[in-house]
């Protein structure tokens, strides 16, 4: 767990707001979303096959004391490609961003990836890379397939995952992660 300090994630949402006012803001703290957004999200904010629920709805100062793990906006395509343009310029390398969907970004500490997760959890258990299985559907998980020494992607995942990864297996509603582990994990 590698975090963005709370000082830091309330003024990336200030600024995000007064920018694109539209935005709709979420943090993830530890493994769970919490948001200040009390009314219905608007259907072009929520990424394709997703719901908007957090745990927690409340006022951001009542959360926003604690070191963040994600910071995620919620808006049309057109704000969030605002936000990739904007947010870098603003806060360089205090944050890395990307897009895992047209309607969803997603923040988190610098240098944070899947593929460092990966790195330090093989580590601890003495695990190479060759030996792990990475399946993965989008950007945030193209760092992870490129590291593993086997990596499975969805069939439903953008063309720059699927030629990313050694294989491509079903899509996420055909079981694909289950036809992954059956097939290179449990040989």
Same mark, same amino acid.
Not at 127 to 140: H, K
Not at 154 to 170: F, L, Q, T
């Given at each position: 767990?590698?975090?963005?300090?709370?000082?830091?994630?309330?003024?990336?949402?200030?600024?995000?707001?007064?920018?694109?006012?539209?935005?709709?803001? $979420?943090?993830? +703290?530890?493994?769970?979303?919490?948001?200040?957004? #009390? %009314? &219905?999200?608007?259907?072009?904010?929520?990424?394709? @096959?997703?719901?908007?629920?957090?745990?927690?709805?409340?006022?951001?100062?009542?959360?926003l004391h604690v070191p963040v793990t994600r910071v995620m906006f919620h808006a049309k395509p057109s704000i969030i490609e605002d936000l990739c343009y904007l947010l870098p310029q603003r806060f360089q390398k205090r944050i890395s961003l990307f897009r895992s969907d047209s309607?969803?970004?997603?923040?988190?500490?610098?240098?944070? $990836?899947?593929? +460092?997760?990966?790195?330090?959890?093989?580590?601890? #258990? %003495? &695990?190479?890379?060759?030996?792990?299985?990475?399946? @993965?559907?989008?950007?945030?998980?193209?760092?992870?397939?490129?590291?593993?020494?086997?990596?499975?992607?969805?069939?439903?995942?953008?063309?720059?995952?699927?030629?990313?990864?050694?294989?491509?297996?079903?899509?996420?509603?055909?079981?694909?992660?289950?036809?992954?582990?059956?097939?290179?994990?449990?040989?």
């Open positions: 767990h590698i975090s963005l300090p709370h000082a830091l994630v309330r003024r990336v949402i200030d600024f995000a707001r007064r920018r694109c006012p539209e935005v709709i803001a $979420s943090v993830e +703290i530890i493994d769970k979303l919490y948001s200040d957004h #009390f %009314g &219905i999200v608007p259907v072009e904010a929520i990424p394709a @096959g997703r719901s908007f629920s957090p745990d927690v709805i409340a006022a951001m100062e009542t959360f309607r969803l970004l997603q923040l988190v500490a610098p240098d944070t $990836s899947k593929a +460092i997760a990966l790195d330090f959890v093989g580590k601890s #258990f %003495g &695990i190479t890379r060759d030996n792990v299985l990475a399946v @993965g559907d989008s950007t945030n998980d193209l760092s992870m397939l490129q590291w593993a020494g086997i990596s499975a992607a969805m069939a439903n995942g953008p063309e720059h995952i699927r030629k990313a990864a050694k294989y491509v297996v079903p899509s996420n509603r055909e079981d694909g992660v289950a036809v992954a582990i059956e097939r290179f994990a449990l040989v």
